[in-house]
């Protein structure tokens, strides 16, 4: 690491004529080079401190425990801060990019605080491409997660994860996730998922958040929001003004999982969400088999542990081109509104107006 900057914040306080001059607490930038290990940057960090890479390829990933970090890249382009694996991994075993995870004090988990992540290509990982697991007020800000093996980038169990501005493409699994987080208070804004094999967005066994003005293009699935039973449902998510266009790739499925393909927008299994203002255009399978394709879809989730679909608002949305119908419903859930959608197709009829 070849240079270390501190800035320290000094406060004037005057009283009775008297002058006094204190240092507040440090803040650090450190600054890491091509051939500089990031993880020892980070190992060296203090609450508050940025730690800033330059352009470069840089292997073995990050792991970070410490609270209120800002690590900060040089762009996300491959001539930008590039994060590829290498022979001895820092994060999951070699198996992830980027890891923030609690922490472990007197037997309870605590919670790791306001990481914030920019300007990364982050790629070729088996598992991840960056993760938050046990984490609060991560924010994840105009990266791009490339190839990786399951998910670009994740959050599990945290709260108060922001996706803003990044890219996920490639994925073996999905471009962006959020799960099993019943009170998640997520934000995902702005983001594109393309060329995913299954999920563009795959929002599961999670609640309480927003997905705004999003593009989810050629995935097996657009934008799911998915019940698969686990405690806290899915319910109470925001989806505003998204965009699901040509997602036709075929996924075949598994031993726990449907084959999927021409998915837009699925409700699975998820209730007392609203879907407004979106479009899901040219969205129709590959596979003859798919569990559910359709612009729009709203289906039970009991085939494989969640429940009906019920309670939903799907208003002002633009639907067309899709297949088998722009907007689709199973008719097992109560409660669901359709109201305003300006489509061509619906089953059963009368959805489209």
């Known amino acids: 690491m070849r240079v270390v900057r501190r800035s320290f914040a000094l406060a004037v306080v005057t009283a009775a004529c008297l002058a006094m001059t204190s240092a507040a607490a440090p803040a650090a930038t450190i600054q890491v080079f091509q051939g500089d290990s990031i993880q020892a940057a980070v190992d060296s960090a203090h609450r508050g401190d940025t730690i800033v890479v330059h352009r470069g390829v840089f292997r073995n990933g990050v792991k970070i425990k410490k609270n209120q970090l800002t690590l900060r890249g040089a762009g996300d382009g491959r001539n930008g801060s590039v994060i590829k694996p290498g022979q001895h991994g820092n994060c999951g075993h070699g198996a992830a990019g980027i890891c923030i995870s609690g922490r472990t004090s007197n037997g309870h988990q605590t919670p790791t605080v306001g990481t914030r992540i920019s300007g990364f290509r982050v790629q070729g990982f088996s598992d991840f491409g960056a993760i938050a697991f046990g984490a609060s007020k991560t924010t994840f800000r105009n990266n791009t997660f490339a190839r990786n093996d399951e998910y670009g980038v994740a959050a599990f169990s945290s709260k108060g994860t922001r996706f803003l501005h990044n890219v996920a493409m490639d994925g073996a699994e999905a ?40 593009r989810a293009v050629r995935n097996c699935l657009g934008i799911g929001l998915v019940n ?10 925001s989806l505003l003004g998204n965009r699901a266009l040509r997602n036709q790739r075929r996924c075949p499925g598994g031993e726990d999982a449907p084959p999927i393909s021409g998915t837009g927008i ?35 989730s009991t085939p494989f542990g969640g429940s009906n679909a019920a309670h939903n608002r799907i208003v002002d949305n633009r639907a067309h081109h899709n297949q088998p119908a722009d907007i689709l419903w199973d008719g097992k859930g109560k409660g669901n509104l359709f109201n305003r959608n300006r489509c061509d197709s619906s089953q059963p009829d009368g959805l489209c107006k």
């Open 175 to 214: 471009g962006f996730y959020v799960g099993d987080s019943p009170h998640a208070n997520a934000v995902l804004r702005g983001n594109v998922a393309r060329r995913n094999h299954e999920f563009g967005f795959f929002l599961r066994d999670s609640s309480h958040a927003r997905a705004v003005h999003n």
């Open 228 to 237: 698969t039973g686990s405690p806290g449902g899915v319910h109470d998510w």
């Open 266 to 300: 699925g409700l699975l299994g998820a209730s007392h969400n609203l879907i407004r203002d979106n479009v899901a255009n040219g969205n129709r399978p590959s596979d003859q088999k798919a569990a559910f394709p359709g612009g729009i879809v709203v289906v039970s």
